[in-house]
């Protein structure tokens, strides 16, 4: 089993930045891809970025130029930086991670909340 836990998210301004992070923990031998999904209310969960072991990334088409996808390997840890951030940005954010066997875990998710 592999336990994820998210950091980060708040409350901005429309054009501000924010950090997000999200720490593997347990069975993180056998990580494949992490990254990130967010769900806005009354929508459908939808990929915001999502790196390889072998540093291949995927950016879901409304963040590519804004958002920017770390991996630091040794801490088992993910990033997200999100700048030019706008209202449509608002939702939880969850990370993903896969691992042994297309096995799929998932953080509890983060609030992002963007004013205008």
């Known amino acids: 089993q592999v336990q994820l836990v998210e950091s980060g998210g708040g409350l901005v301004q429309a054009g501000g930045s924010l950090r997000l992070s999200c720490a593997a923990s347990?069975?993180?031998?056998?990580?494949?891809?992490m990254g990130w999904y967010r769900q806005a209310p009354g929508k459908q969960r939808e990929l915001v970025a999502i790196?390889?072991?072998?540093?291949?990334?995927d950016y879901g088409d409304s963040v590519q130029g804004r958002f920017t996808i770390s991996r630091d390997n040794a801490k088992n840890t993910v990033y997200l930086q999100m700048n030019s951030l706008n209202p449509e940005d608002t939702a939880v954010y969850y990370c993903?991670?896969?691992?042994?066997?297309?096995?799929?875990?998932w953080g509890q998710g983060t609030q992002v909340t963007v004013t205008s």
């Open positions: 347990g069975s993180t031998f056998s990580l494949n891809a």
């Open positions: 790196m390889a072991n072998g540093g291949s990334i």
């Open positions: 993903v991670a896969s691992g042994a066997g297309a096995s799929t875990f």
